[in-house]
């Protein structure tokens, strides 16, 4: 299993409160995501990086920051919470940032916002 | 807008038993991909298909990309319980921050 870890795994919080999700990885890996998992939906791109300090937006990026300042760290920042931001979010790394390259994901973070 | 429409939504069906479950676009995909997701964890890649008409097995799973690569199709043979998971797929176009993903198929295989 590729090695990459979420932090915090559930969180609850309220509306309006700044919320921030970390992603590591042993991989050494150079591309990070971060992706939100609602039903309906399936999985959305929200921000991605392709190296240290590297980053740019995906599909639902409104409301949300990153910030990649090692290669192994990734963080995804709320910075006043939604009760539209209650979701799952999986973060996802890969090598090459090829449309055929292996994703391989994390756990996962259950975030809920009151 | 790309979309990716994924058929059945839910799925339950008896251990043994054959099952396809359906993804279609109107849009064309340089590469599609297929991942099962278990509960309470990440998906994990089964299969990337780049070639139309292509196919692909793994073990009583078989995959086929559209001759057009704007569907694809998961067929499962003699479905057991630890087939049991959400399938999604995947369609990408030039690179990985342009992938779009289904909502996914709920498969129940039951004993």
């Known amino acids: 299993d590729a090695g990459i870890t979420q932090s915090p795994r559930h969180k609850v919080t309220e509306t309006g409160t700044p919320v921030t999700l970390r992603c590591h990885q042993t991989?050494?890996?150079?591309?990070m995501y971060w992706y939100r998992q609602d039903p309906g939906h399936g999985l959305r791109l929200i921000h991605y990086?392709?190296?240290?300090?590297?980053?740019d937006k995906g599909e639902v990026s409104d409301g949300y920051s990153v910030s990649r300042s090692k290669t192994e760290d990734f963080l995804l920042t709320l910075e006043s919470a939604t009760s539209s931001q209650t979701s799952v979010y999986f973060c996802?790394?890969?090598?090459?940032?090829?449309?055929?390259?292996?994703?391989?994901f994390g756990p996962g973070t259950r975030l809920t916002v009151l | 807008t790309q979309l990716l429409e994924q058929s059945p939504q839910f799925l339950s069906i008896q251990e043994g038993e054959n099952l396809t479950v359906y993804c279609n676009s109107s849009?064309?995909?340089?590469?599609l991909q297929w991942y099962r997701q278990e509960p309470g964890e990440g998906p994990v890649l089964l299969v990337t298909?780049?070639?139309?008409?292509e196919v692909k097995k793994l073990k009583r799973l078989t995959f086929q990309f559209g001759d057009a690569r704007k569907d694809s199709s998961l067929h499962i043979t003699a479905a057991q319980p630890g087939d049991t998971g959400l399938y999604l797929c995947?369609?990408?176009?030039?690179?990985?921050?342009?992938?779009?993903f289904g909502s996914g198929t709920r498969l129940s295989i039951r004993p």
């Open positions: 995947a369609g990408a176009g030039s690179s990985a921050s342009k992938i779009i």
């Open positions: 996802a790394i890969s090598g090459f940032g090829e449309a055929t390259d292996t994703q391989y």
């Open positions: 990086s392709y190296g240290v300090k590297d980053t």
């Open positions: 991989e050494n890996h150079r591309y």
């Open positions: 849009s064309v995909f340089s590469s």
């Open positions: 298909v780049v070639t139309g008409g």
